[in-house]
């Protein structure tokens, strides 16, 4: 079943009818184990203000995070990602990436508050990473723990990650993810921080980096640990599919040189 604003409406009406019926103000209903009242309530005005027109169903889900296929109201694709806020299994992890970064502080020790700003982390992220050239889903909007941007995939259908997908020019494809992590490095200052075959979609024939809520700006302590842990990600990946990679330190050095 799909998700309009008058659905939204509705579910809204039911958690006020329920909340009334048993007078308790702290409770949070949920709906699809992913919307809370707050949640809808960001729905809603994604929908009213024509962000969103219409959201189909899950097409990926995390123990973070549900990812929806979405439209607009001119008919274009986007993905909206909604952090789960009833769950706090990610949130000492979340605090490694957000302690440290210059751009952003977490007031308080709430989960709510924690996923919130890391919402705006990945937003901010996208934001540098697009604007210096680097395949990304083009980030459109964020509002406490709901994303959207673009949807990377045809018809509601994904593209495929890397490891689940060959290119049909491996080496080449190499380059262009390596100048992407130079891009990122010199240009955006930041650190992707998870990157492997597991963050990469493969859309055509072309790399798109994905998942940047943990990506650090280069002020952060853990900086130059994530990038040296992404380019071993890549090139053990890259090296088991047969392709002549360059030794680490080379690597990093052609990095941080700004590619080429």
């Given at each position: 079943m799909s998700w309009d604003i008058d659905r939204v409406r509705d579910e809204?009406?039911?958690?006020?009818?329920?909340?009334?019926?048993?007078?308790?103000?702290?409770?949070?209903?949920?709906?699809?184990?992913?919307?809370?009242?707050?949640?809808?309530?960001?729905?809603?005005?994604?929908?009213?203000?024509?962000?969103?027109?219409?959201?189909y169903g899950v097409v990926n889900s995390g123990k973070e995070a549900r990812v929806y296929w979405a439209k607009d109201r001119?008919?274009?694709?986007?993905?909206?990602?909604?952090?789960?806020?009833?769950?706090?299994?990610?949130?000492?992890?979340?605090m490694t990436y957000i302690v440290g970064d210059p751009r952003f502080k977490v007031t308080s020790g709430k989960t709510r508050d924690?996923?919130?700003?890391?919402?705006?982390?990945?937003?901010?992220?996208?934001?540098?990473?697009?604007?210096?050239?680097?395949?990304?889903?083009?980030?459109i909007t964020v509002k406490g723990n709901v994303l959207v941007m673009e949807f990377i995939g045809v018809d509601g259908v994904p593209a495929p990650l890397l490891k689940d997908y060959t290119p049909a020019d491996i080496d080449a494809f190499f380059n262009v993810l390596m100048d992407y992590v130079s891009k990122l490095y010199c240009k955006a200052r930041l650190v992707?921080?998870?990157?492997?075959?597991?963050?990469?979609?493969?859309?055509?024939?072309?790399?798109?980096?994905?998942?940047?809520?943990?990506?650090v700006?280069?002020?952060?302590?853990?900086?130059?640990?994530?990038l040296v842990r992404d380019v071993k990600n890549l090139l053990n990946f890259f090296s088991r599919m047969g392709v002549e990679t360059p030794d680490l330190e080379e690597a990093l050095q052609w990095v941080k040189g700004g590619g080429g």
């Open positions: 809204l009406h039911k958690i006020d009818y329920r909340r009334k019926k048993i007078k308790d103000s702290d409770m949070f209903e949920t709906v699809e184990e992913v919307f809370d009242y707050s949640t809808l309530m960001i729905l809603y005005d994604l929908f009213n203000r024509g962000v969103l027109s219409v959201m001119s008919g274009l694709d986007l993905a909206v990602k909604i952090y789960l806020t009833s769950t706090s299994e990610f949130r000492r992890g979340m924690i996923i919130y700003t890391w919402a705006r982390k990945e937003y901010s992220n996208l934001v540098k990473a697009y604007n210096v050239g680097v395949r990304v889903p083009k980030p992707h921080g998870d990157l492997s075959e597991y963050n990469v979609m493969v859309f055509n024939e072309s790399p798109v980096l994905i998942d940047f809520g943990q990506a700006d280069l002020a952060h302590p853990l900086a130059e640990e994530l």
